[in-house]
């Protein structure tokens, strides 16, 4: 069966939890079809020739979208282009007077629309997969009002409304929360519309696909595609980083301002990290992704080092002590414990941090909410090497048995089958 996969994400090597998604997914659809690429992030944004290199070999053919394929080089210039557009998104939502003025000069969507329907037509395609089609919502629906007999697959990594309205209880300022509350429902209406809209809407867990089934008009449309990792990569442990102290603790994901990660690296630094001091003088807490330097520039304590982006952060995460998911909230299904688990990381996580994996306290992983216990799972799992082992190797089982590129490719097989 014939694929045309496109995807605003897409980076080589991968920058983090979105980018692992989409570059699994890609694995794991080569398996099972005649795959094609049309990437919506530009040659820059990849990774460059070497990027384009890795994801042709998994593919018939990769191009890209009119929207970046003249997208400037110069890496200040780019920036400025993906601004414009991100301000085109957000202006369709919110005032449709700045969209209308905008949509002249960018009408990106129209135009992909058109040349991925083309490309359907010239190569005999008629699925279309949409990677993170939970921000491509106004692209689906122009393809289908265009196209109706394309059959398209709304890919998600979480649901982005709960993902966007579960920080509400943590926000203090009424004026942002307002905001955040317009803008979960906002998303609650697109994925009411985009659920009986698309012909399969996927899902990385029951959690979320109990959801989507509850506000979809046909639950059938509903499939699950999971979160996995290609734990082939992972197979080789990197040496220590020059000047790199255990014991230590590390915290990976993708950083911005009053984000979910900034909130949950705040949170472990402000009412863990001290008591986790108490128990381990000369503890070392290592923090590594994208924003991460931005965000965190304020921390100012030589047992806390803030890495930023790192071209791979398994020399980190392979040499740590302990892998922590301090998250309040957030959706979806989270790659850190995944490749937590595929480095025989032991884990301390809350409840919601291990959501959508079928984890068990104390056998797979540790879930702790509140800071004592948190600290105190910590301390644990340093302490008693052999237990923690234990733990890890069971963690790295139960991923290897549910969260395997394999394991994915045989989602996408039940996924076609339906379709057919």
């Given at each position: 069966?014939?694929?045309?996969?496109?995807t605003?994400?897409?980076e080589?090597?991968?920058?983090?939890?979105p980018?692992l998604?989409?570059?699994n997914?890609?694995?794991?659809?080569?398996?099972?079809?005649?795959?094609?690429?049309?990437?919506r992030?530009?040659?820059?944004?990849?990774?460059?020739?070497?990027?384009?290199i890795?994801?042709?070999?998994?593919?018939n053919?990769?191009?890209?979208?009119?929207s970046?394929?003249?997208?400037?080089?110069?890496?200040?210039l780019?920036?400025?282009?993906?601004?414009?557009?991100?301000?085109?998104?957000?202006?369709?939502?919110?005032?449709?007077?700045?969209?209308?003025l905008?949509?002249?000069?960018?009408?990106y969507?129209?135009?992909?629309a058109n040349?991925?329907?083309?490309y359907?037509?010239?190569?005999?395609?008629n699925?279309?997969?949409?990677?993170?089609?939970?921000?491509?919502?106004?692209?689906?629906?122009k393809?289908?009002?265009?196209?109706?007999?394309?059959?398209?697959?709304c890919?998600?990594d979480?649901?982005?409304?709960?993902?966007?309205?579960?920080?509400?209880p943590?926000?203090?300022?009424?004026?942002?929360?307002a905001?955040?509350?317009?803008?979960g429902l906002r998303?609650?209406?697109?994925?009411?519309?985009?659920?009986?809209?698309?012909?399969?809407?996927?899902?990385?867990?029951?959690?979320?696909?109990e959801?989507?089934?509850?506000?979809a008009?046909?639950?059938?449309?509903?499939?699950?595609?999971?979160?996995?990792?290609?734990?082939?990569?992972?197979?080789?442990k990197?040496?220590k980083?020059?000047?790199?102290?255990?014991?230590?603790?590390?915290l990976?994901?993708?950083?911005?301002?009053?984000?979910?990660?900034?909130?949950?690296?705040?949170?472990?630094?402000?009412?863990?990290f001290?008591?986790?001091?108490?128990q381990i003088?000369?503890i070392h807490f290592?923090?590594?992704?994208?924003?991460?330097?931005?965000?965190?520039s304020?921390?100012?304590?030589?047992?806390?080092?803030?890495?930023g982006?790192?071209?791979?952060?398994?020399?980190?995460?392979?040499?740590?002590d302990?892998?922590?998911?301090?998250?309040?909230?957030?959706?979806g299904?989270r790659?850190?414990?995944?490749?937590?688990?595929?480095c025989y990381?032991?884990?301390?996580?809350?409840?919601?941090?291990?959501?959508?994996i079928?984890?068990?306290?104390?056998?797979?992983?540790?879930?702790?909410?509140?800071?004592?216990?948190?600290?105190?799972?910590?301390?644990?799992?340093?302490?008693?090497?052999?237990?923690?082992?234990?733990?890890a190797?069971?963690?790295?089982?139960?991923?290897?048995?549910?969260?395997?590129?394999?394991?994915?490719?045989?989602?996408?097989?039940?996924?076609?089958?339906?379709?057919?």
């Open positions: 069966m014939k694929i045309l996969f496109t605003p994400i897409l080589h090597p991968p920058a983090g939890g980018q998604r989409i570059a997914s890609i694995k794991a659809l080569a398996k099972c079809s005649e795959l094609h690429i049309i990437s992030a530009s040659l820059l944004q990849i990774g460059g020739d070497d990027a384009e890795f994801f042709r070999q998994f593919c053919n990769f191009e890209y979208s009119p970046v394929v003249n997208f400037s080089s110069n890496k200040y780019h920036k400025i282009q993906r601004l414009a557009m991100r301000v085109l998104d957000y202006a369709r939502q919110d005032d449709r007077y700045i969209s209308q905008l949509v002249r000069v960018y009408d969507i129209d135009a992909d040349f991925i329907i083309e359907c037509k010239k190569h005999d395609i699925i279309i997969w949409f990677g993170y089609g939970n921000i491509s919502f106004h692209l689906m629906k393809i289908k009002v265009l196209a109706p007999e394309i059959k398209i697959i890919d998600t979480s649901v982005w409304s709960r993902f966007v309205l579960r920080e509400l943590y926000e203090k300022d009424p004026i942002r929360a905001k955040i509350k317009r803008n998303k609650e209406r697109e994925e009411k519309e985009w659920v009986d809209l698309c012909d399969v809407t996927t899902a990385v867990s029951e959690v979320d696909a959801y989507y089934k509850s506000i008009s046909n639950k059938d449309k509903i499939c699950i595609f999971s979160n996995v990792i290609d734990l082939q990569t992972y197979a080789t990197p040496p980083p020059a000047n790199f102290k255990n014991p230590s603790v590390y990976a994901g993708s950083f911005g301002p009053k984000s979910a990660m900034d909130k949950a690296a705040r949170w472990f630094i402000d009412d863990i001290p008591l986790l001091q108490k003088p000369n290592y923090i590594v992704g994208s924003g991460s330097k931005e965000t965190l304020d921390i100012k304590n030589h047992q806390i080092e803030v890495l982006k790192m071209p791979s952060v398994l020399p980190y995460l392979c040499n740590s302990v892998s922590i998911v301090p998250l309040q909230f957030e959706s299904t790659f850190k414990i995944m490749e937590a688990a595929a990381v032991p884990i301390v996580s809350t409840t919601l941090g291990a959501e959508g079928p984890l068990e306290h104390d056998r797979d992983i540790l879930i702790a909410d509140e800071p004592e216990s948190f600290a105190n799972s910590i301390a644990e799992l340093i302490n008693n090497k052999e237990y923690a082992a234990n733990m190797q069971k963690c790295f089982v139960l991923i290897e048995k549910n969260n395997s590129v394999e394991s994915l490719a045989q989602e996408a097989k039940n996924i076609l089958k339906k379709l057919a």
